[in-house]
C-alpha cells in the first residue's frame, strides 16, 4: 500500500494539512455560521414559545381567578335572593296565617252563637213540647183536665230540678 511507504510521508502530511485548513476554512466560513443562526433562531423560538405560554399562565391564572370570583359573587348574590324569599314567605304566611285566624276566629264565634241560639229554642220549644205532653199525658192517663199554664210551671220546676241537681 502507497500510503504507508514512508518516503511519501512528507508530501501527504503536506496535502493533508492543506486539506485540513481549506474544509476548515470552509466548514467554519459556511457551515458554522449558518449552524449557529439556526441554533439561535430555535433558541429565540423556544424562548417566545416560553414566554408566550408564561404570559398565557398568567391570563387563564387571572381569567380563573376572576372566574372565581364571579361565582362567589353569584353564589352571595343566591343566598342573598333565597334568603330575602324566604323571609317575604314567612311574613305572607304569617299574615295569611293571622287573616285565616280572625276570620276562623269571627266564624267560630258566630257558630258558638248560632248553637247557643239554637240550644235555647230547642230547650223553650223542649218546655212547650214537654207542657203539651204532660197535659195530654195527664188528661188520657188521669182523665185530669190541666191547664196549660200549670203543665208549664210543673216542666219548668222539673227542669230546674233536674238543672240544679
Same mark, same amino acid.
Request: aromatic share 6%.
Given at each position: 500500500m502507497p500510503q504507508? !511507504?514512508? &518516503?511519501?510521508?512528507?508530501?501527504? *502530511?503536506?496535502?493533508?494539512v492543506i486539506c485540513f485548513v481549506g474544509l476548515y476554512w470552509i466548514v467554519s466560513k459556511f457551515a458554522v455560521p449558518r449552524i449557529g443562526d439556526?441554533?439561535?433562531?430555535?433558541?429565540? *423560538?423556544?424562548? =417566545? !414559545?416560553?414566554d408566550r405560554a408564561e404570559s398565557l399562565k398568567g391570563e387563564a391564572q387571572q381569567a380563573l381567578a376572576n372566574y372565581e370570583a364571579a361565582m362567589a359573587d353569584a353564589r352571595e348574590q343566591a343566598r342573598t335572593l333565597i334568603n330575602k324569599v324566604t323571609s317575604d314567605s314567612k311574613i305572607a304566611a304569617e299574615s295569611r296565617n293571622k287573616k285565616l285566624g280572625a276570620e276562623l276566629a269571627v266564624q267560630i264565634s258566630d257558630a258558638e252563637q248560632r248553637i247557643a241560639a239554637a240550644r235555647d229554642e230547642?230547650?223553650?220549644?223542649?218546655? &212547650?213540647?214537654?207542657? !203539651?205532653?204532660?197535659? !195530654?199525658?195527664?188528661?188520657? *192517663?188521669?182523665? *185530669? =183536665?190541666?191547664? &196549660?199554664?200549670?203543665?208549664?210551671?210543673?216542666? &219548668?220546676?222539673a227542669m230546674a230540678a233536674k238543672g240544679a241537681a
Open positions: 504507508f !511507504d514512508p &518516503s511519501t510521508f512528507s508530501s501527504q *502530511l503536506f496535502w493533508l439556526i441554533l439561535e433562531q430555535r433558541e429565540r *423560538l423556544v424562548q =417566545d !414559545d416560553l230547642a230547650m223553650s220549644n223542649l218546655a &212547650s213540647i214537654a207542657a !203539651d205532653a204532660a197535659t !195530654d199525658a195527664a188528661s188520657r *192517663l188521669a182523665g *185530669l =183536665d190541666v191547664s &196549660s199554664g200549670d203543665a208549664k210551671a210543673a216542666v &219548668s220546676a
